[in-house]
């Protein structure tokens, strides 16, 4: 059997902001139809990673490839076809407040010039039941609980039918019942209209759940990569520290 090749590719991908080099050679994959987990210390590059996947950031050196196209050189009228594969939740949510839910959702698909207003709805609504919020599309974001506006932003991630979801911290802020549901999203979706995910998150309990691989990065390197029971068998001190010590945090908070 040939491997399918992977959805996204990065080789050898460095990163400065001025004087700090944030990303110092990384060299990885997505496969198609996986959920990957992206796990590390704070500043460790993992946000900065993601957004390269989309080309909201573009390489000092190395490339991106995105279904076999290095999107590193792109332009942006290039990049914007390259997105409609992916959609984005980003790590503080950002819906704009002066939208209701509805125009929330349908942003991405006006976004790209599509006109049919009948199909932008059923595509809204067809998302709003992905995330289990039907009947809410007339609500503005404030009047939201905090779960529920993440459980928007991944509505409006996946509307316009992405074959890969980025997702930066979709757990944080959310207490574990309402952390579960997103799991189970997450889950939805790669079983059930086979996408692929990759998903920052601090939450080990999700990523023993809903992982097939985690990458662990540190100090903008691949530390260690495998599976999370592979982590969890490693006997690394680095790796069972971050299990232990995220899950202590967890507890005292
Ligand atoms: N656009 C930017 N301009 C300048 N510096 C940046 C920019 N984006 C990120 N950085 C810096 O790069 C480093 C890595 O940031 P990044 O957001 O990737 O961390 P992270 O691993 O996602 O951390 P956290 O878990 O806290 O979200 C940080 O020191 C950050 O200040
Ligand atoms: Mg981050």
């Known amino acids: 059997m040939t491997k399918e090749a992977p959805i996204i590719e990065v080789r050898d991908l460095h990163q400065r902001f001025g004087d700090q080099h944030v990303l110092r050679g990384v060299t990885t994959h997505v496969n198609k139809g996986e959920t990957l987990v992206l796990l ?11 957004k390269h996947f989309i080309g909201l950031l573009s ?20 990049l914007s076809k390259v997105r409609q594969a992916m959609g984005m939740m980003f790590q503080n949510g950002a819906l704009f407040d002066f939208m209701t839910v509805g125009q929330n959702i349908a942003f ?15 595509r809204v609504l067809e998302s709003l039941d992905i995330v289990k919020l039907p009947g809410q599309e007339g609500k503005m974001p404030a009047e939201l609980s905090g779960g529920m506006r993440k459980r928007v932003a991944l509505a409006r991630a996946i509307v316009d039918r992405p074959e890969c979801v980025l997702y930066d911290e979709p757990h944080a802020g959310l207490d574990p019942i309402t952390g579960d549901s997103i799991d189970h999203l997450i889950r939805d979706l790669q079983k059930n209209h086979g996408m692929t995910n990759v998903i920052i998150t601090h939450e080990m309990r999700s990523v023993f759940r809903i ?19 592979e982590m969890k068998d490693s006997g690394d001190p680095e790796l069972l520290d971050f299990i232990e010590g995220v899950a202590r945090e967890v507890v005292i908070s």
Do not use: C, H
């Open 40 to 50: 590390g210390g704070s500043g460790g590059g993992k946000s900065v990673l993601l």
């Open 59 to 78: 390489p000092y050196s190395g490339q991106v490839i995105v279904n076999g196209e290095d999107i590193s050189e792109m332009n942006e009228r290039q």
């Open 108 to 122: 991405p698909l006006r976004e790209r010039g599509m006109k049919d207003e009948a199909e932008i709805e059923r």
């Open 211 to 229: 992982a097939d691989r985690v990458i662990f990065l540190k100090l903008g390197q691949i530390y260690w990569e495998g599976t999370p029971q």
